[in-house]
């Protein structure tokens, strides 16, 4: 079965701070890979996704994600982090076929408080 | 365009009770999938519907079901309530063909008194 971690529960950065949120999921086939962000009181929104092709995926507000078929992970990186990303971050994975391309299974979550 | 909506926001329910939630998908989306949020869990994958059938059911009870209409709109049904259904229920949408991803509404928090 799927199924997918996420390093940290709970991550505080400083303002400028480098971030880097670990993920891993379990399956031995061709996945697509996404991570989602969910500010505080809004729905969850797409930050980038992976399909195929170059494994290093830019999303959007200055996001990066690098998939690693060989350690099955799709770590999220931002250099210099802002007050604005704060927020909950998830990672998330579906198995690649016609049957179950949308069913999406989604890691725990890593809480991502950053101090001005 | 409008976003996936999701009726109603909030909902107070009592232990045993029945209740429908609704979920309008994003315009030519024709795929509509429902997740539970627990509080300070990631979503889980109830349901996923594609032309009015069911393509995909997670590890939910019998007591939770739903459908699609032909407008592609989908109710989510959950009979019999128990406490520990309480949780932000999620509705998502995608168009048709594979790396489409899944665009989600503002979810209905449902709370069982």
């Known amino acids: 079965a799927q199924s997918v971690s996420q390093h940290n529960h709970h991550v505080i950065l400083s303002e400028a701070a480098s971030l880097e949120l670990g993920c891993n999921y379990s399956y031995g086939g061709t996945v697509n890979l996404f991570w989602y962000v969910q500010y505080p009181g809004q729905h969850l929104q797409l930050l980038l996704k992976?399909?195929?092709?170059?494994?290093l995926v830019k999303g959007i507000k200055g996001f990066e994600a690098e998939f690693i078929k060989s350690k099955f992970s799709f770590n999220l990186r931002k250099p210099s982090v802002q007050w604005s990303d704060t927020a909950e971050y998830f990672c998330a994975v579906n198995a690649r076929n016609s049957l179950s391309y949308d069913k999406v299974i989604f890691g725990p979550g890593t809480s991502l408080s950053v101090i001005p | 365009d409008a976003g996936v909506t999701q009726s109603p926001t909030h909902l107070i329910k009592t232990r045993g009770q029945q209740v429908t939630l609704r979920c309008s998908p994003i315009s030519g989306h024709k795929s509509v999938s429902w997740y539970q949020q627990v509080l300070g869990q990631g979503p889980q994958f109830i349901f996923q519907?594609?032309?009015?059938?069911?393509?995909g059911r997670g590890n939910f009870p019998d007591r939770f079901s739903a459908r699609q209409f032909p407008n592609y709109s989908s109710e989510l049904n959950v009979n019999a309530l128990l406490l520990g259904d309480s949780a932000l229920y999620l509705c998502a949408s995608s168009s048709v063909g594979q790396n489409q991803p899944q665009h989600f509404g503002d979810g209905t928090r449902l709370s069982i008194l």
């Open positions: 519907y594609y032309e009015k059938e069911e393509r």
């Open positions: 992976y399909f195929s092709g170059d494994p």
